[in-house]
């Protein structure tokens, strides 16, 4: 039999729509959705890289964020969708071959935006109202996904696109009816709302700096200001240099210090809960993408870094890369995460090194040396990352290296007797109460003298 036929290897909707919200959380695709009113709004004031030290005015930008068990919403006013890129890309899963990358942007894959769609709801719409020459208009594409998965075409992927009213501002509207059931119960949750606001208010600290606001259920989020102390003995570090991949440069800034004073003692240290502040971040075209970052991912734990201990509490380290083709970042899709495989954070993660190792040195010095560590620790004013100026290492207080008491470390032994044996020997020994420990301690003193000698 002479067979000439193909196989359907076509993914179905379903398998596709589960595999691309499986691994995300709620969380990072409202922050997804975030990132993408953020691109509009870099991009219309001319992209820039998005540092420290930018020189940039995002204050007529409004995100705004509505969160129920009923409905979800976010409306901003950051240009909009314009109908070409909607027609060729905006909806399309994931980047084509050859698609050019904003300027700075955080957004890469091409993904976010249809992943959060899916994740929170069945119903959505999406508004664009967008400056033309004659005004203002809109069109707006509906998603509704059971439609869109039980189309008697599955290999139709397409969203219709139709006229809509504009809004007052050119801008993205997105509004999600229907949730999940995930999602609703979630966004019912002030404790999920609590965190949202949380999460927000760290990851777009360097956006909120700039002026950028962003509204969630009527409150403005206000940004998290990272500070760090400095005096003339305690100063932050703050380097930059440039790496390169392939041609294109990829800017990188350190920056690292200490926030706090670390605990005074190891059982203080235990207590600080892990939900803190301490350790370190990775920041993608002004994107908090890793947090407080106290394992693996940062280093702790890897090639000669010591694990993360609560006696570092108190530092501080923040690793910026920026570059104008969001692909070169250290990203996972997620955002949530750093791509540990990257060239340039590999090269990046020595440098960082060398910060932790100075911090860790120093709280153990200062364990043995706390009265002169405060003192000089005390004096130290708090600064905002934005205005700590460049310094090339971490300087901390100079004090005293106390002489460790050299460390032994016993081999321990361990052999079970008959009691009754035992109790034979310990009056052998002339003691009837003597404990097991002393009984092995004596009987071991004793051959060892015999043996090697006293
Ligand atoms: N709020 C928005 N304002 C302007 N453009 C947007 C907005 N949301 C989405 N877009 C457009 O849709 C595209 C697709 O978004 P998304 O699926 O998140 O992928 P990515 O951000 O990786 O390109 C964006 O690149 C952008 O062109
Ligand atoms: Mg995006």
Known sequence: MKINDKADGNPTKGFFVRMITRDISLEDCILDLIDNSIDGAWKLEGGM??????????SKYMIDIKIAAKQFSIVDNCGGISLRDAKDYAFTFGRKDGDDFENYSIGVYGIGMKRAVFKLGMNTTVTSTINTDSGLDAFKVVIDVKEWLTRKDVKNWDFKISSATPRTEAGVSIVVDNLTEGTATSFDDPAFQKRLRRIIARDYTIHLHYGLRIVLNGKPIVGWDIEMRSSSELMPQRTHYVDLVG????SVEIVAGMAAPPPDDSADADEIDDDDAYGWYVVCNGRVVLAADK???SGWGTDGWPQWHGQYNG??????FTATNASLLPLTTTKRNV????EVFRRARPKMRDVSRTWTAYTTLRKGDLEEAKAKEDP???ISIFSIPANSTFVLPTLKAVPAAPKIRNTRISYAVE???????????????????NLGLKTFDRVYDEEVGS
Do not use: H
């Not at 890289?49 to 995002?58: H, V």
């Not at 791509?339 to 990257?342: E, F, G, Q």
């Open 315 to 320: 530092f501080i380290g923040l690793v910026l």
């Open 295 to 297: 394992g693996e991912q």
């Open 419 to 437: 009691p009754k044996r035992f109790r034979e020997l310990a009056i052998a020994l002339g003691n009837i109460n003597m404990s097991r420990a």
């Open 49 to 58: 890289p998005a540092g420290l030290s930018a020189n940039a005015d995002l």
């Open 380 to 382: 130290a004013a708090a």
């Open 247 to 250: 041609n294109d440069p990829v």
């Open 339 to 342: 791509d540990v495989s990257s």
